[in-house]
């Protein structure tokens, strides 16, 4: 086992569930990465004492916790009060990296700065609008954009810190305006950045960092200086931390979904020894296995009326003791579904 686990798993609050509120989390982690949205709301839940996923649909629809593009160009979850700082910090290299691919789908910096204006007004009266009412918008001023192109004018929207996430409706999510704080200078915020990422995430190595925010890896080893973490010598890498290591104990097994915080870190092959596999496929929409704290295999659910079926298939034998911890881990997201669990283990 390698000896940043159990310091990570207590960093990410997977040890031992210790928080009492979705917000709780989000605000601890930093940020959680969240394109499925209700996996990544079980991802919130496994750090809770029994948040079901009602509980976490009726926490997003008051607001306690927001959705939009705030690090690299994905979905993250995120603390209303840590939004525009972190925008302040990440928005500028982020927006970089959707221009690029704003390149290939033949999408102007013209066009988008006029949808993000057609999107503003489109939103001024208050409501939350799906996205499908911001297409019709932006048809009706004249700009012949559809589909992915769509989605990135509302992206340059979130990035500017103009729009984010509203409460669903249905399945669908909606967009509202957001109002503009001040921020801190940027000294101030790659420290503060960097003491956030120590705290969720435990030791980490300084291109961590910089995948996790899309800061430079200049920009990265500035934080960490900046932040004055603690050095952590592991296997002759430099690691940072913000607090004493701690020994944690280390689950037999535990399921989490596919994008969790805890792999948010395991981007070379060594952190997969475990699985028959690379990073992308773990990213494929699977949720994750994890047996003594690595990665072991994958796992999807099935959503009935009144059952969940949870199918794991496994790259490792699955000891007793295993079995013992995956069987508790279907009953604990039966009860996240509210539904009775039924467990298949394949290999």
Not at 33 to 48: E, G, I, P
Not at 234 to 256: K, M
């Amino acid at each position: 086992m390698k000896p940043t686990i159990p310091g990570r798993l207590h960093a990410q609050g997977l040890d031992a569930p210790r928080f009492d509120s979705a917000r709780d989390v989000v605000r601890h982690l930093g940020c959680v990465q969240s394109q499925l949205h209700d996996m990544a709301l079980w991802s919130v839940a496994r750090r809770t004492r029994d948040l079901t996923l009602a509980d976490l649909q009726a926490a997003f629809a008051r607001g306690e916790f927001w959705r939009t593009h705030v690090l690299r160009p994905t979905w993250h979850f995120v603390d209303p009060d840590d939004l525009h700082w972190l925008l302040a910090l990440t928005g500028p290299r982020v927006e970089r990296l959707i221009r690029s691919t704003n390149r290939t789908i033949g999408l102007t910096d013209d066009v988008v700065a006029r949808g993000v204006t057609v999107l503003l007004e489109a939103l001024a009266d208050g409501r939350a609008h799906p996205r499908a009412d911001l297409a019709a918008a932006l048809a009706a001023s004249g700009l012949d954009i559809t589909g992915q192109a769509v989605a990135h004018v509302v992206m340059q929207a979130e990035v500017d810190a103009l729009v984010v996430n509203g409460p669903m409706r249905g399945k669908q999510h909606t967009y509202r305006l957001l109002g503009p704080r001040s921020v801190p200078g940027r000294d101030d915020l790659l420290a503060e950045v960097a003491r956030r990422y120590a705290r969720g995430h435990g030791p980490f190595r300084d291109h961590d960092l910089a995948w996790w925010t899309s800061l430079t890896l200049t920009e990265s080893r500035r934080a960490i200086e900046l932040a004055e973490l603690a050095p952590l010598d592991v296997d002759g890498v430099a690691h940072w931390r913000l607090d004493e290591p701690v020994e944690a104990d280390v689950p037999a097994a535990w399921l989490l979904s596919n994008f969790d915080e805890y792999v948010s870190y395991a981007r070379e092959p060594d952190d997969y020894a475990m699985f028959a596999g690379t990073v992308h496929d773990v990213m494929r929409g699977s949720g994750l296995l994890m047996v003594r704290g690595r990665l072991a295999g994958t796992w999807t659910r099935t959503v009935a009326a009144r059952t969940v079926r949870i199918d794991v298939t496994s790259s490792t034998h699955v000891t007793k003791s295993t079995l013992r911890a995956i069987e508790q881990e279907a009953a604990a997201f039966g009860r996240f579904v509210d539904r009775e669990p039924e467990l298949v283990i394949g290999a």
